[in-house]
């Protein structure tokens, strides 16, 4: 995960065509939120935690995403599909 644009155009920019895939896994602050079994995102509203991506560090999505995966929509399993049709469709993988 890198939520800084800069930071994943500069690793787009230093390997070969085609061996970077940038997919941007969407789900909202709310469902992050509600997801979080450790409680880390209550910790970083409360202070506790310091430069928490999304609280009080930003987090810059994807504009030239390879692959975008809604997982505040979609099920863990239909998400996967998503990823696996990617990689299959565009040659890195085999279907089997």
Same mark, same amino acid.
């Given at each position: 995960?890198?939520?800084?644009?800069?930071?994943?155009?500069?690793?787009?920019?230093?390997?070969?065509?085609?061996?970077?895939?940038?997919?941007?896994?969407?789900?909202?602050?709310?469902?992050?939120?509600?997801? =979080?079994?450790?409680?880390?995102?209550?910790?970083?509203?409360?202070?506790?935690?310091?430069?928490? %991506?999304?609280?009080? =560090?930003?987090?810059?999505?994807?504009?030239?995403?390879?692959? %975008?995966? =809604?997982?505040?929509?979609? %099920?863990?399993?239909?998400?996967?599909?998503?990823?696996?049709?990617?990689?299959?469709?565009?040659?890195?993988?085999?279907?089997?």
């Amino acid at each position: 995960m890198s939520p800084y644009i800069a930071d994943r155009d500069m690793v787009r920019s230093i390997v070969k065509e085609g061996e970077f895939i940038e997919v941007y896994v969407a789900a909202s602050l709310e469902v992050c939120e509600n997801r =979080d079994t450790k409680g880390l995102y209550k910790k970083a509203r409360a202070g506790e935690i310091k430069h928490f %991506t999304g609280i009080s =560090d930003p987090y810059e999505a994807p504009v030239n995403a390879e692959l %975008t995966v =809604d997982t505040g929509n979609e %099920t863990l399993d239909e998400s996967a599909d998503v990823v696996l049709n990617y990689l299959e469709e565009n040659g890195y993988i085999e279907k089997v």
